[in-house]
Nanobody
Framework: QVQLVESGGGLVQAGGSLRLSCAAS????????MGWFRQAPGLEREFLGR????????DYTDAVKGRFTISRDNAQNTVYLQMNSLKPEDTAVYYC??????????????WGQGTQVTVSS
């Protein structure tokens, strides 16, 4: 079965950086579109960005464009979310997911369990 396992979350000061990882198994990773989402307390889950399989084309929501970068290592079946210039409002549980490119901003076929990111002011 498909498994997505996030890691790398934690506590960081505002202005700092974190890199999240998502290890995938049970799917043809190198051809799979991967995405990152987050959910803050009391808010709906928010799409952050996505990356295609072999070409690693990326697309981001405006809220994180220029600060967050998605990349992947197909040899390691891992997708990354590099987060720079973090702000307290970036505090959330971060999830990786996989699905179709066209539908991923709204829904995913599979989700990870999430990793907590807390940004202190």
């Amino acid at each position: 079965q498909v498994q997505l396992v996030e890691s790398g979350g934690g506590l960081v000061q505002a202005g700092g950086s974190l890199r999240l990882s998502c290890a995938a198994s049970g799917l043809p990773f190198s051809s799979s579109v991967m995405g990152w989402f987050r959910q803050a307390p009391g808010l709906e889950r928010e799409f952050l960005g996505r990356i295609t399989g072999r070409s690693s084309f990326t697309d981001y929501t405006d809220a994180v464009k220029g600060r967050f970068t998605i990349s992947r290592d197909n040899a390691q079946n891992t997708v990354y979310l590099q987060m720079n210039s973090l702000k307290p409002e970036d505090t959330a549980v971060y999830y990786c997911a996989t699905g179709d490119w066209s539908s991923l901003p709204r829904e995913a076929a599979y989700w990870g369990q999430g990793t907590q990111v807390t940004v202190s002011s």
